[in-house]
């Protein structure tokens, strides 16, 4: 019988440890995040890969990919998303909804950990603190955010705008999250129908959200149960 090549994952060694990974919905086609900041697509048959850039000025943390839409979440603070063909290469990237003065302060902040060039356009989403997790709803028009400060994002996956719960409808910042928790994240998770959000948080906790609002237009949040885990 014949033997599967071996990994070309390998050869790639300046890229550092690999931090994130995730199959497209076919499975044909795996994204692999590197500490590096650097994303690479590879096809799961064969491992050959496909297409490979700097995402990130930092570690890519989480991947999430739906159809033909991808996105990553890293330690630099930002979230990113591309269209990725069918043959496994990046198309193009979804431009966030950041003011200019935003844009720069995060190149700005990038350039100081890394002489390494990012790709462009700018981010889908800055946020204030490492991204820990990213989801993509099943109709591919929501992406979830959380990260590291206790900030929650649903955003529209095409305009990278935020999706504003009530409480935070007034705010004029691009950034400001859906929902602000008091306490650290260390991960989360969005159901598939959109309506329970379990966030686990550094007080050694779980705290569960229903979620309602005509398909995210407008999130409500009502915490259903808080329990401790140990």
């Not at 400001?176 to 994240?185: E, H, V």
Request: hydrophobic content about 40%; aromatic content about 8%.
């Amino acid at each position: 019988s014949s033997k599967k090549p071996k990994s070309a994952m390998m050869t790639f060694t300046h890229c550092g440890a690999c931090t994130a990974v995730c199959f497209n919905s076919t499975a044909t086609v795996i994204a692999s995040g590197f500490q590096s900041g650097t994303l690479i697509l590879w096809c799961a048959r064969t491992y050959a890969p496909l297409d490979n850039f700097v995402a990130h000025f930092d570690a890519v943390y989480s991947l999430a990919w739906r159809g033909r839409l991808l996105v990553s979440g890293s330690r630099d603070c930002s979230v990113r998303a591309w269209i990725v063909s069918d043959g496994g290469k990046c198309a193009h990237a979804l431009i966030g909804n950041q003011s200019q003065q935003q844009q720069q302060q995060h190149q700005n902040e990038g350039a100081t950990r890394t002489s390494t060039t990012v790709a462009e356009p700018p981010p889908l989403l800055i946020t204030n603190d490492f991204v820990y997790h990213v989801a993509i709803t099943s109709d591919a028009s929501t992406v979830f955010v959380a990260s590291r400060d206790g900030a929650v994002y649903f955003l529209d996956a095409l305009s990278g705008k935020v999706k504003r719960s009530a409480a935070a409808a007034a705010s004029t910042s691009a950034n400001t999250p859906t929902l602000q928790l008091p306490s650290r994240i260390n991960s989360a998770q969005l159901s598939d129908d959109k309506t329970l959000l379990a966030v686990a948080t550094i007080d050694n906790d779980v705290k569960i959200f229903t979620v309602s609002g005509g398909g995210l237009g407008v999130p409500k949040f009502r915490k259903t149960s808080d329990f401790v885990t140990w």
